[in-house]
């Protein structure tokens, strides 16, 4: 009985240290996120444009196949606006340019309202969190 559990102790410390070396070998070649990025939500793609914790600027596009007729809304890390109102489809875009660093773990969102009648209804949000 005494065997089995030395064996069973030996077993867990070799499996512990591999998994122990393994996870230091993930973190050491794991790059740091930074404020280049995008995605997509519903009807709103999010990219910023930027390096490290620099946001450059931040482009809102309708995401692929989507058209609508409204606005976009940006904001967060100091951007705080909203497009023009009118009619987005694929390949049309609102940008803003930042032009300098954001604190660590900054989320910047944009979201999509359509404009239906006399009725504002939301598209989708998309968020990108700086973690620079």
Known sequence: MKRIAARARRALLRTGASLTGALSLLTAFTPPASAEGGTCTGYTCLSIEGSGRYVAKAH??????????????????????????????EGSRY??????????????????????????????????????
């Open 60 to 89: 809102v596009t309708p995401s692929p196949g989507s058209s609508f007729f409204g606005h976009f809304h940006l904001a967060g890390g100091g951007l705080n606006g909203d497009s023009a109102l009118q009619h987005w489809h």
């Open 95 to 132: 940008t803003i340019a930042l032009g300098r660093r954001v604190e660590p773990r900054t989320k910047i969102c944009a979201e999509a309202w359509e404009h239906i009648d006399e009725k504002v209804q939301s598209r989708g949000r998309a968020c990108v969190e700086i973690r620079a």
